[in-house]
């Protein structure tokens, strides 16, 4: 009988003890993990956002930033209008690579499309366009044609139909971009010569018609030249033009970002608390029941092991409740958040995506690894005493 | 999921599958262990004291004489060993060693206690004690005279204050920790006072539990463990847990365990306390046919009842040794004689 099988069985011999620690880990590892993936799950998907966006700089109409970001962020419609003439003036200004319109539009109510009531949508130019374009070519091999459109990826066709009903014009679903956890999910992108018609047959199609403003754009997107400080061309924007505000990529949301920042310290910081009072606890636990254990320990030195041995026997009981309890720990919560990541996303009002497979799988081992440290810190102290207990007052106990 | 491959949902949902199929397998599996253990009743009496079969070597022993037993009456008639004998050759054979020498050697040994600043006990007091190959020896006292530090001194659980205690010719307080560990999985065999067995360890486990610290293999230690159970009248004993055996089953199985690895020196601390008469001389007559094969024994007690056993014996009171006579105690048995 060998050292692990030793410690299985003295595991499954002390039901209570070893539950006891067997649970504590099992909760702590559970509950670092959830508070990880609401951290981690909001960060990955605001940079998921932003990639999806793919703009160096968003050029939105001066006092509009808080309503373009919570369009973008919360799929909520905003109509924000600027003369198309700014187009040029972007142009103009050095460092700028290539600039594209977008134009800001939104459903009725009632939408029957999407898993929301009144959807985002989002008319861009295909000729000078390098947001949606470069997914067009990798997914469709091919630019949008009139008529067509692709979307988040809550956006759908609805049952029983061919294509999205929107102002009495069909539009067909030619695709659907990745999850981000933003209000991009139920955004439906489309052509503006596609909205345009659509403007046009909505005054005699539709209930309420779709208004889009002669020679108006909503937003631009500024690609820089490689090479080029963004935060230079946003500064130059801001000097050399009126009425527009430049908004760079990496400080989109971020008023929503700084909101969050407190909350996320807030479940790191409980995190780090509880994680101290279970170490805590733990200790206890295997101090005394390396107090509870001193004659069986001496016994076992007294038929031949040796202190090492001893050492490594607490530590190898301490291991095999660690990993168990993290493992299961973490499973559970894993299987609770991902079977209801919607749920959750919905209940904490914040944009929430489910890391990568490559980094949940990190996260996996390093809750392991921590619950794995945490409790071979804990016993270490009392298989240190016990290992080196003097036998014969320890069999007189 | 959106963003993951249809490879890595199927790996995600596979693995979601396959822990919870294989948590309910543990449980259920556990549930019915469980289940086991609590419906085998503890036995209260002993059951393997039945066996009697015939064997070649004699058992008679008639105690006599003046000494007193534990009980008081008069010592008992004669009986023959109610334990199978069959035991394999490796548990019968005799334990090489060289021819005579001294198994244990205490040269002048002391050992002090200091319980705190003012008090200093000394259990032991310039023993000068020399055990040879094969003998069986006692050492009488009461309780608190040292008798139990004597023998953990020969185990080198203790380091002596003064003098030295050799085994086998080798100064135990010159070994390191591991050397002394080795040692005592190699040579020593030990018979504890107190419950000793490891109660998360089943019975079988439990008497093969000094073999992983020796040369043996698992399956070798099992298959010995075994024969012991066997030839102690126990073989029913080998999966249930130390808290379901009576006192002196308890007792046997500690005897088995101290002989797993085939020890040359045997330490037993009140091997027969806490049991009656009839369990008393059953174990005194099996240790007494184990050292028939070789084994040395040095064994401690309060019991009277050993004396007649022994090829010598000692009395202890207050740390010091005194040889007393043997025969006062018995009509000594043939073998003995």
Redesign the interface.
Known sequence: ??LLK?AI??I???GFRSMAIFLCVMGIAGFLLSTTLIIRGSQYSLT?AIERLGADIIVVPQGAEDKVESALLMGKPTNVWMPQENLAKIAAIPGVQVVSPQIYLGSMYGASCCAVSEMFMVAFDPKTDFTITPWLIKNLGRDLAKGESIGG?YVFVPEGDTGIKLYGYYLTLDG?L??TGTGIDQTMFLTIDTAEEMAKSSITTALEPLIIPQDSISTIMVKVAPGVDVHQVAIQILSDTTGMYPIESPNLFGAFRNQMNGLLWGFFALSIVIWIIAAMMMAVNFSMAANERK??MA???????????IFRLVLTEAGILAVTGAI?GI?IAS?GF?LFRNAIAASLKMPF??P??SSFAGLFGAGVGLALVTVALAALIPAIRISKQ???IA?RE | MANYTAIENIALWTSIVLFYVIAVIFIVRYARLKSSVRHQAPKLEDSGSQDTVSTSVKTDYTVTGTGNNATGQEPSTPRSVPINLTSPDWARKKVSSKEGGNTVVFDDVTKHFRLDERTTITPVRKVNLEIGRGEFVVILGRSGTGKTTLLNLAAGLVCPSSGTVYLDGEDLSAMTQEQLSEMRSRKLGFIFQFPSLIPALTIKDNISLPAMFGDQDSEQASERALDLLKMLGLSEKADVFPRQLSAGETKRIVVARSLINQPQLILADEPTSDLDAKTEQEVLHLLREINETGVTFLIVTHSMQLVPFATRAFEMDHGELTEINTRKFSGVPAELA
């Open positions: 009988m060998k030793l069985k003295n499954t011999g002390s998921s990826t659907n990745e999850a004659r069986e016994v076992l030195r007294a038929v031949g092991a040796s202190p090492g041995f299961i499973a299987t991902f995506l489910f990568s497979f003097e036998l014969a069999m």
